[in-house]
């Protein structure tokens, strides 16, 4: 880091610029604002160690909001994910944990990814437009479903069975697509 530049300066100079490319990729300021703090705490982490140098602020601060973004991201996808499928449902929890949180980027990852994210998006097709949009809001929006019921005015109980009609039809069609792999010379 500069020796120029002391870590009050620096928040204060480049807290509005990154709160608003924070803002521009999550929907909550709370969240952004979390983000934010994590950035600097980050940079007062780094600043404690006088083995590590940072050549230029600015990218260091934004390259460290774009990962801490990506990890929120992730984070919200693999909890939202993962509470699709029962516990004892394997096959679809692995299938989660692969759209979820990748522990491979290999080219087979890639692709695997991209199939059942494609297969995931046929399926939501299929569904009538209430089930496919209440399971997209709570699920990849993070909308609780009493918010959804008091803006549409639909009973939270009707948006639960739209959701479970959803989920239930995707567990048959990643069992099917996970059957179908598996049986393919």
Same mark, same amino acid.
């Given at each position: 880091?500069?020796?120029?530049?002391?870590?009050?300066?620096?928040?204060?100079?480049? #807290?509005?610029?990154?709160?608003?490319?924070?803002?521009?990729?999550?929907? #909550?300021?709370?969240?952004?604002?979390?983000?934010?703090?994590?950035?600097?705490?980050?940079?007062?982490?780094?600043?404690?160690?006088?083995?590590?140098?940072?050549?230029?602020?600015? #990218?260091?601060?934004?390259?460290?909001?774009?990962?801490?973004?990506?990890?929120?991201?992730?984070?919200?996808?693999?909890?939202?994910?993962?509470?699709?499928?029962?516990?004892?449902?394997?096959?679809?929890?692995?299938?989660?944990?692969?759209?979820?949180?990748?522990?491979?980027?290999?080219?087979?990852?890639?692709?695997?990814?991209?199939?059942?994210?494609?297969?995931?998006?046929?399926?939501?097709?299929?569904?009538?437009?209430?089930?496919?949009?209440?399971?997209?809001?709570?699920?990849?929006?993070?909308?609780?479903?009493?918010?959804? #019921?008091?803006?549409?005015?639909?009973?939270?109980?009707?948006?639960?069975?739209?959701?479970?009609?959803?989920?239930?039809?995707l567990r048959k069609?990643?069992?099917?697509?996970?059957?179908?792999?598996?049986?393919?010379?």
């Amino acid at each position: 880091m500069p020796q120029s530049d002391n870590i009050e300066n620096i928040v204060a100079r480049y #807290s509005p610029p990154l709160l608003n490319f924070i803002r521009s990729q999550v929907k #909550s300021r709370e969240d952004a604002e979390d983000i934010l703090q994590d950035v600097f705490y980050q940079l007062a982490r780094v600043n404690d160690d006088e083995d590590y140098k940072i050549d230029k602020i600015s #990218s260091w601060l934004f390259r460290v909001a774009h990962n801490l973004v990506r990890n929120f991201w992730r984070k919200r996808h693999e909890i939202s994910l993962s509470s699709l499928f029962d516990a004892e449902d394997d096959i679809c929890d692995d299938i989660a944990q692969t759209l979820a949180c990748p522990a491979d980027d290999g080219p087979e990852a890639v692709y695997f990814r991209k199939l059942i994210w494609k297969e995931l998006d046929n399926a939501l097709a299929e569904l009538p437009l209430e089930q496919s949009d209440i399971f997209c809001l709570t699920v990849f929006d993070g909308v609780p479903v009493k918010d959804i #019921s008091s803006i549409t005015g639909v009973p939270v109980a009707t948006l639960l069975s739209r959701k479970h009609y959803a989920i239930k039809h995707l567990r048959k069609r990643f069992h099917e697509l996970y059957y179908a792999l598996i049986t393919k010379d």
